[in-house]
């Protein structure tokens, strides 16, 4: 069935440096991937999506491409600030599945430090 | 600020209680989801509503879960008989009709089951 996969649960950096988080999905459907965040005690917000093979989507200096060859989306920031510290999500649209809900992976924790 | 509103924020319940949490979709959005997000912050799907029917729900919310999405009403999910394992942060969301769109999240219910 399908899947996603996040291989890092914790990501701890120093204010400044890049990031990158890991994503990759198992599907027999055409793709659409999101990338969620969590702050503490805050709805999960949406951060990017796609569903087009190879193109870049960016927000809030956060960008991700979508590599259906490989099976990825990683999410990437070339700066990371304070304020980024959050778990984030990599989740997959369920075609399959009536009325199209969400699979979510597991969640990277990301700890941006001084 | 999400305009998913679920109540109560907390929830604090004894084993063979009744808990039960309400949440109003954002305006417009015909397709309502239950999440449960565990305390290693993995999801869980549980159950979803196209303007008040029942598309897909797991074999645990059938059997001990009641849920539903009225019109002109808040949506709610009720847990008949709580259970240890119940305590967790429950998160409803929202979608636009159509299979590319986004959805939008409460901030939670964190139930705690004693």
């Known amino acids: 069935g399908d899947s996603v996969t996040q291989t890092e649960g914790l990501v701890t950096l120093t204010k400044g440096l890049p990031v990158m988080l890991n994503c990759t999905y198992q599907?027999?459907?055409?793709?659409?991937l999101f990338w969620y965040v969590q702050h503490l005690n805050e709805a999960p917000k949406l951060l990017l999506k796609?569903?087009?093979?190879?193109k870049r989507t960016e927000h809030q200096g956060f960008y991700a491409t979508l590599h259906k060859s490989s099976s990825s989306f990683h999410l990437q920031k070339s700066s990371v600030q304070l304020s980024d510290s959050a778990l984030y999500f990599c989740?997959?649209?369920?075609?399959?599945?009536?009325?199209?809900?969400?699979?979510f992976g597991i969640g990277t924790l990301l700890s941006v430090k001084p | 600020n999400s305009k998913v509103i679920q109540t109560p924020r907390y929830l604090v319940k004894g084993q063979g209680q009744k808990a039960k949490m309400r949440c109003i979709p954002e305006?417009?959005?015909?397709?309502v989801f239950w999440y449960q997000q565990n305390k290693n912050n993995e999801f869980k799907f549980l159950i979803n509503?196209?303007?008040?029917?029942?598309?897909?729900q797991i074999d645990m919310t059938e059997k001990r879960f009641s849920a539903e999405c009225p019109s002109n009403s808040p949506c709610s999910l009720e847990i008949q008989s709580s259970e240890a394992g119940d305590s967790a942060l429950y998160l409803c969301?929202?979608?636009?009709?159509?299979?590319?769109?986004?959805?939008?999240f409460g901030a939670g219910t964190r139930l705690s089951v004693l």
């Open positions: 969301a929202s979608s636009p009709q159509g299979r590319q769109n986004t959805l939008y």
């Open positions: 599907t027999t459907y055409s793709p659409f």
């Open positions: 796609s569903s087009t093979d190879n």
């Open positions: 989740a997959l649209k369920n075609y399959g599945s009536s009325g199209n809900k969400l699979i």
């Open positions: 305006k417009g959005h015909p397709v």
């Open positions: 509503f196209q303007n008040q029917e029942v598309l897909q």
